[in-house]
């Protein structure tokens, strides 16, 4: 089971769970090494992107909340969740919920459509973020508030940015960009070290 | 050159793809629903070419995928603001997103561009 998800992987095959890069970059608190950036993608994530019909952004947002519990709230792309990144105005990348539920959720003040299959979602954290970040992104990530979202590129393949803590990013790709995004992040990251987690950890 | 996304804030200019002025909408089309007259003729190919500021839409192709309307000097390249192309033909236009900090950067980062 877990041989034939890492061979479907969109990833690709350099993308194995063990270090990469650099023996050590970073040292850890109890002093044994550890690598600078840890990576993780969990294969099997839903995604359902929403969009609200024209100046329905507010009532969509309070359907979003009674619906699936979700405060959204005044549509800033601050005010973004780990589980519903703001993708443009008035726009979302909604994960974990499935399609029928979200849209019971919006009804007909927006759309919904799923995207499991169309967007991986990469997250990366480690002291080494912002040195990856300096050379992979055109806009200062570092200088975001926690819970920010807003899509620019990763090494010239767009994607959408979410800050989920000091040095944590979720990066959300196109599906066809993602083995691309996933060489170019081990490369990219080999000098301080880079450890991708199973999807178990 | 930095574009003032009203969505996405300052962002370098590649991340746009440019799509041409943002001139009054198209007329209306003439009886079975051909273009008709001169002024689909003006439509068509007229263009003013104006040395000032002018209107262009861009497409922000690898941010938000929002149309929007980029002020822009013809002769400078000077950016002043940027509105919503949704918003750019209501009554009450509002007010468009300001480039107070975009000015001396902008080498730099077409520079980081690579
Ligand atoms: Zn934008």
Known sequence: MMDQSVMRSPLGPHWTPGHHGTAAAATGGDGGAQAGIRALHKPGLLVVEIAALPGKGKAMRAAVKKGLKLDLGDGSPAASLPNAVCSGPDRYLLTGFDLAAVKAAVGDLGLAVDQSSGRVRLSIDGANVPGLLAKSCPLDLTKWPVGMSQASHFLHIGCTWYRRSETGFDLYIGRSFARSAAEWLIESAAEFGVEILSPED | ?114
């Open chain 2, 1 to 114: 050159m930095l574009i003032p996304c009203p969505h996405c804030g300052l962002r370098p200019s590649e991340e746009f793809v440019p799509k041409g002025l943002a001139e009054a909408p198209r007329p209306a089309l003439g009886g079975r629903a051909k273009p008709d007259g001169p002024a689909w003729q003006n439509y068509l190919h007229l263009r003013d070419n104006v040395a000032d500021h002018n209107h262009e839409y861009f497409h922000h192709a690898l941010g938000c995928r929002s149309w929007i309307v980029v002020h822009r000097h013809t002769l400078t390249h000077e950016v002043t603001g940027a509105t919503m192309a949704a918003d750019f033909w209501k009554a009450d236009k509002p007010a468009t997103t300001g480039t107070q900090d975009a000015k001396s950067p902008a080498a730099e980062t077409a520079e980081d561009g690579q």
